[in-house]
Nanobody
Framework: QVQLVESGGGFVQPGGSLRLSCVAS????????MGWYRQAPGKEREVVAI???????SYVNSVKGRFTISRDTAKSTIYLQMNSLKPEDTGAYYC?????????WGQGTQVTVSS
């Protein structure tokens, strides 16, 4: 069983920054990818950023240049550094892990960007 625990969400004014963390634990042998998704009220969950096993990264267009995904393999942790936050970045942010074709989700952490 794999567990994902997110942290770092909160309330921030437009232009501010937050850093999300996701710690993975459990029976993890080969991770295909990890990433961050978000879901705004009334909208579908969307991918924000992905980091593959090789370390390559990809981002949704709306966050390119503002968000950075990274990982600490030794700590089984990924991060999402979010800068220049906008109100439209508001939502629940979920950590995602794919291992051998199986998808795991964390419980989510709320990010609210408002003045």
């Amino acid at each position: 069983q794999v567990q994902l625990v997110e942290s770092g969400g909160g309330f921030v004014q437009p232009g501010g920054s937050l850093r999300l963390s996701c710690v993975a634990s459990g029976s993890i042998f080969i991770i295909d990818s990890m990433g961050w998704y978000r879901q705004a009220p009334g909208k579908e969950r969307e991918v924000v950023a992905i980091i593959s096993r090789s370390g390559s990264t990809s981002y949704v267009n709306s966050v390119k240049g503002r968000f950075t995904i990274s990982r600490d393999t030794a700590k089984s942790t990924i991060y999402l550094q979010m800068n220049s936050l906008k109100p439209e970045d508001t939502g629940a942010y979920y950590c995602n892990l794919v291992a051998r074709g199986v998808v795991y989700w964390g419980q989510g952490t709320q990010v609210t960007v408002s003045s």
